[in-house]
């Protein structure tokens, strides 16, 4: 099992930037990939990045292509979400997520993730 515990969350302008941590603890780090997943008020929740095992690979939803980078660092064991030019509908409660197993369900599936954290609300301020 893994121990997942999101920060940076918070009030944050329309358009400004914002970092959000994930820090693991429990198995090797560098093992396995993690994944960002954000649930808003009333509505389902929804795949936003994912990173490999080692970093090399990254998958984003088309809603935050381009606006949101998913990053990790090994040494640290955290995985981190950039976001730039947030918008109101960013509002959301975001989770980092642990892929385990590395099942065969796509990084966009909640069903790939094993562990979960409790969740960092993020709200624009506007």
């Known amino acids: 099992q893994v121990q997942l515990v999101e920060s940076g969350g918070g009030l944050v302008q329309a358009g400004g930037p914002l970092r959000l941590s994930c820090a693991a603890s429990?198995?090797?780090?560098?093992?396995?990939?993690m994944g960002w997943f954000r649930q808003a008020p009333g509505k389902e929740r929804e795949f936003v990045a994912a990173?490999?095992?080692?970093?090399?690979?990254?998958y984003y939803a088309d809603s935050v292509k381009g606006r949101f980078t998913i990053s990790r660092d090994n040494t640290k064991n955290t995985v981190y979400l950039q976001k730039n030019s947030l918008k109101p509908e960013d509002t959301a409660v975001y989770y980092c997520a642990a892929d385990l197993r590395s099942s065969s369900y796509s990084y966009s599936k909640n069903q790939r993730y094993d562990n979960w954290g409790r969740g960092n609300q993020v709200t624009d301020s506007t």
């Open positions: 990173i490999s095992y080692s970093g090399g690979s990254t």
């Open positions: 429990g198995r090797t780090f560098s093992s396995y990939a």
